[in-house]
């Protein structure tokens, strides 16, 4: 069986690592790096480090901060969300020494765009990242550049289905910071059930996190504000959950508690 992995979430604004709630309120934490860091050193499976202001402002990912965390020597997979528009800034990403990528607007903008970005870089290097809400018995799509919510669209599900991307990362955004919020309807009612599910947003109870991997679309659990408040809290996390499925901690006579396998 393939272990299932938790994730942790570096959310940036400004050039600042913050705490994000509901896609609305950010409280500032400091350099990305030290997060980004503390969470390779504290055993995280991967680190997604997603930065919330380029899109927005129609700006390149921000290869200035990828060159700084190459420069940490992570041994943890690293994920880059932010400003990607097209091919070129995707392929930039990779080479600044991101592993994976996360897209986001480019949903909306140009799905062809996508397609060719995965035909460049290979579909396991692109993750879908969907903010969702469950109201009036509905599923509904976020672009939150203009805080719109739509249906989930047609050609976007036909998009996936076609395999051109390898998960995708369902964001409940109105429960995003609160405790226990994740809404389980995003996923049990999402149509596409074969394709591998990242479930965040909301998400900081143990017993809520091995229901959701129990899940068997659900791959991964990512987790942003919630690791802020304790040292080693991903591990304890894995101790809390205790599931044959998460991978397990690995004690280090450097770190206590330092990597997983």
């Known amino acids: 069986m393939l272990k299932k992995r938790l994730i942790g979430v570096v959310t940036i604004k400004d050039g600042w690592a913050v705490q994000s709630f509901g896609y609305q309120r950010y409280l500032p934490l400091g350099k990305p790096e030290c997060l980004i860091k503390n969470l390779d050193r504290w055993g995280a499976d991967e680190i997604l480090v997603q930065v919330i202001d380029r899109s927005r402002q129609k700006i390149a990912p921000d290869f200035s901060l990828l060159e700084r965390i190459g420069k940490l020597g992570l041994s943890t997979p690293l994920i880059y969300g932010g400003g990607i528009r097209n091919v070129d800034d995707g392929v930039k990403a990779i080479h600044y020494g991101a592993d994976r990528l996360v897209v986001d607007a480019l949903l909306h903008d140009d799905l062809?765009?996508?397609?060719?970005?995965?035909?460049?870089?290979?579909?396991?290097?692109?993750?879908?990242?969907?903010?969702?809400?469950?109201?009036?018995?509905?599923?509904?799509?976020?672009?939150?550049?203009?805080?719109?919510?739509?249906?989930?669209?047609?050609?976007?599900?036909?998009?996936?289905?076609?395999?051109?991307?390898?998960?995708?990362?369902?964001?409940?955004?109105?429960?995003?910071?609160?405790?226990?919020?994740?809404?389980?309807?995003?996923?049990?009612?999402?149509?596409?059930?074969?394709?591998?599910?990242?479930?965040?947003?909301?998400?900081?109870?143990?017993?809520?996190?091995?229901?959701?991997?129990?899940?068997?679309?659900?791959?991964?659990?990512?987790?942003?504000?919630?690791?802020?408040?304790?040292?080693?809290?991903?591990?304890?996390?894995?101790?809390?959950?205790?599931?044959?499925?998460?991978?397990?901690?690995?004690?280090?006579?450097?770190?206590?508690?330092?990597?997983?396998?």
């Open 112 to 261: 062809q765009e996508v397609q060719h970005l995965s035909e460049r870089l290979g579909a396991q290097a692109v993750i879908a990242s969907l903010p969702l809400s469950w109201q009036d018995d509905k599923l509904a799509w976020l672009d939150y550049r203009s805080q719109t919510k739509i249906a989930i669209a047609t050609h976007l599900l036909e998009t996936i289905k076609s395999g051109i991307i390898s998960e995708i990362l369902i964001s409940d955004w109105l429960h995003e910071g609160q405790a226990n919020g994740f809404e389980s309807n995003l996923v049990k009612k999402f149509p596409l059930q074969n394709i591998p599910i990242i479930a965040f947003g909301g998400v900081s109870e143990p017993v809520q996190m091995a229901e959701l991997l129990a899940q068997p679309n659900i791959v991964a659990i990512a987790i942003g504000n919630f690791l802020n408040y304790q040292e080693q809290a991903i591990q304890k996390y894995k101790q809390a959950i205790a599931s044959e499925q998460i991978r397990n901690p690995i004690y280090s006579s450097k770190y206590s508690l330092l990597t997983n396998v």
